[in-house]
C-alpha cells in the first residue's frame, strides 16, 4: 500500500507536464483543469500518506519535485507567456522569479523551516492559482490590458508581489487546522463565502482577488483574532 500516496504525488506531476504541453498550445483552459487536478492530487497524496502511516522522506522529497513542476515552473512560464503579449520578451522574463522563489521556498520546506500549524509565507499551489487567475482575468477581459509604460509597471508590481509572499513570514492560514469555535471561525466561514461568491462573478479570474484576501484573512486571524485549533 505503500505506492499510493506517491502514485498520487506522480499524478500532481504528471498534471503539471500536462500542463505545459497545453501552455505550448495556448489551451488555457486544459491548463486550468490540469492544475485542478494537480491540486486534488497534491491534497490526496498528504491525506493518503497519514492514513496508511506511510509518510517518510522519500514522500516529502518527491512531493516537493511535483510541486515544483506544477505549482513552480508552469506558473512562471504562463505569466512569461501572458507578459510577452503586452510587453517586450526580455522584459517578461523576470516572470519566472516566481518559478525561482517556489524552488527556493520547497527547498527550505524539505528541510524543516515552514512552520508548525499553518504555513510561513504563500504555498505554492496558492501562488499558481494567484497567477492562473490574473491571467484569466486578461483572458476574460475582466480588466483591460495596461498599455505603455503602465504594462511595465504593472506586470511589474504583479511579480513582486508574487515572488515576495513566497518566501515572506507572513502567516497563513491552512483549512486543514479549522478553529473549534469564535471569531477566527466566523473569519474563516466570511473568507469562504466571500470566495464562492467572486468565484460565481469572476469564474477563474476571481483568484486574483481570492488569494491576496487570504493574506488578509489570515493577518486577521494572526493579529486580532486567536485561533483555538480542533
Known amino acids: 500500500m505503500r505506492w499510493i500516496p506517491n502514485a498520487f504525488t506522480l499524478g500532481n506531476a504528471l498534471m503539471g507536464c500536462l500542463a505545459l504541453i ?3 498550445l495556448m489551451d488555457l483552459e486544459s491548463l486550468s483543469y490540469c ?3 494537480a491540486l486534488l492530487f497534491d491534497l490526496l497524496d498528504g491525506w493518503a500518506a497519514r492514513k496508511l502511516g506511510t509518510d517518510g522522506p522519500m514522500g516529502v522529497q518527491l512531493d516537493s519535485l511535483a510541486d515544483a513542476i506544477t505549482f513552480g515552473v508552469v506558473p512562471g512560464l504562463l505569466w512569461f507567456n501572458a507578459g510577452r503579449t503586452f510587453l517586450p520578451w526580455w522584459f517578461a522574463l ?8 517556489s524552488i527556493y521556498r520547497l527547498a527550505r520546506f ?5 512552520g508548525g500549524k499553518g ?3 504563500m504555498p505554492t499551489p496558492a501562488n499558481a492559482l494567484f497567477i492562473l487567475g490574473v491571467v484569466w482575468g486578461i483572458f476574460l477581459d475582466v480588466w483591460p490590458i495596461p498599455e505603455g509604460s503602465a504594462g511595465f509597471v ?4 504583479i511579480t513582486l508581489w508574487s515572488t515576495y509572499t513566497l518566501n515572506c513570514s507572513w502567516p497563513v492560514m491552512s483549512f486543514k487546522d479549522m478553529p473549534k469555535s469564535g471569531p477566527a471561525l466566523v473569519s474563516r466561514i466570511v473568507f469562504a463565502v466571500i470566495s464562492v461568491s467572486l468565484l460565481i462573478i469572476f469564474k477563474m479570474a476571481a483568484f486574483a482577488f481570492i488569494i491576496p484576501l487570504l493574506l488578509v484573512f489570515s493577518a486577521l486571524e494572526e493579529q486580532v ?3 483555538t485549533a480542533s
Request: glycine share 14%; no cysteine; hydrophobic share 65%.
Open 35 to 37: 492544475i485542478g487536478l
Open 110 to 114: 524539505n528541510l524543516g523551516m515552514a
Open 119 to 121: 504555513f510561513i509565507g
Open 154 to 157: 504593472v506586470f511589474g508590481l
Open 22 to 24: 497545453f501552455l505550448s
Open 94 to 101: 523576470i516572470a519566472l522569479a516566481p518559478t525561482l522563489a
Open 225 to 227: 483574532f486567536k485561533p
